[in-house]
């Protein structure tokens, strides 16, 4: 069964510090993995977009890291502002069914 | 980026009613558009896939008959929900998609539907 877990569940950081999330998946075959951002009440925004060959991209202070063989990425925040707060979704997709399999998503918290 | 609008971002109806839910690609021709739910605190659930001129793909527990969707263009999807109930009252989010097996997937700012 195509599953994508995340971790953690939510997490609380203060401002300016960094911080890292984590997806698991099981999705095969395995198409791509992309990091959304959603804030509360609005759609999801794309931070990045992973194949099969990269290991990490970068969009600014997120930087995102693909392992396929472990079939594991993460998200790693530098220098998290207040607007950071959002949940973050980690979906990878998959080649055969066209579909995407999303994870229950990180719920980051930035205090001042 | 490629834009997904929307519409309407909010709407209230009486219980009964039926509300219609517009997604449109505004910059780029969708093979694919997918319907979602999400409750709050928890991720999106996909409850359909649309292609362009062909029936909708319903996932399991989604009614067909309450959440009429159709694709008529390659630019816009359409969520009716039928006879809504209060139970219906969700956050409803489309997706739209060029090649959605190996492509990103943009994302509609989202519609919070509240019956009463």
């Known amino acids: 069964k195509n599953q994508v877990e995340q971790s953690p569940q939510s997490l609380i950081i203060l401002e300016g510090k960094n911080c890292t999330l984590q997806c698991n998946y099981t999705v095969s075959p395995f198409s791509n993995l992309r990091w959304y951002k959603q804030d509360t009440g609005r759609g999801p925004v794309s931070l990045t977009i992973?194949?099969?060959?990269?290991n990490t991209k970068s969009n600014g202070r997120y930087t995102a890291t693909l392992d396929a063989d472990t079939k594991q990425s993460s998200l790693h925040i530098t220098a998290s502002q207040l607007s950071d707060s959002a949940s973050y979704i980690c979906v990878v997709g998959n080649t055969n069914a066209g579909k995407s399999t999303f994870g229950d998503g990180t719920t980051l918290t930035v205090k001042p | 980026g490629a834009v997904v609008s929307q519409h309407p971002s909010r709407v209230i109806c009486k219980s009964g009613t039926s509300v219609k839910i517009e997604c449109r690609s505004l910059d780029f021709q969708a093979t694919t558009m997918f319907w979602y739910r999400q409750f709050p605190k928890q991720s999106l659930m996909l409850m359909a896939t649309s292609n362009e001129g062909s029936k909708a793909t319903y996932e399991q527990g989604v009614e067909k008959d309450k959440f009429l969707i159709n694709h008529a263009s390659l630019t816009l999807s359409t969520l009716t929900v039928t006879s809504a109930h209060p139970e219906d009252s969700s956050f409803y989010i489309c997706?739209?998609?060029?090649?959605?097996?190996?492509?990103?997937?943009?994302f509609g700012e989202g519609s919070r539907l509240t019956v009463l």
């Open positions: 997706s739209a998609a060029v090649a959605p097996a190996f492509g990103e997937l943009f």
């Open positions: 992973m194949t099969f060959s990269e």
